[in-house]
């Protein structure tokens, strides 16, 4: 039977994260997510000027946005497959798109 208030079954000893707990994760994995775009946006734009950097980093923090409001509003499944696929994307996208 689980326990109401720390969402952790006894049992089976298995320990599952709150929704509030799992929010704010999302929230702090987006904003660590946006930082790092942040600074390889910079990185890029500093050893290759173009538009294709700019737009695909672009994209990748404005993601990184939609994820943390996401989570914020209780759509944290939807975040955190939205934050993987995005982040997978960019990073595929920059490595297979930009000379």
Do not use: F
Not at 50 to 72: H, K, P, Q
Request: with cysteine; proline share 3%; aromatic share 4%.
């Amino acid at each position: 039977m689980p326990d109401e208030e720390t969402g952790a079954h006894e049992e089976t000893g298995e320990r599952k994260l709150t929704p509030r707990q799992a929010r704010r994760l999302r929230v702090v994995l987006s904003s660590v997510g946006m930082a790092a775009m942040a600074v390889v946006l910079a990185l890029r734009i500093a050893s290759r000027s173009s538009v294709l950097v700019v737009g695909v980093y672009g994209l990748a923090l404005i993601l990184c946005g939609i994820v943390i409001e996401l989570s914020r509003n209780g759509r944290t499944r939807l975040g955190s497959w939205l934050l993987a696929v995005g982040l997978v994307a960019a990073i595929g996208s920059d490595w297979l798109l930009i000379p």
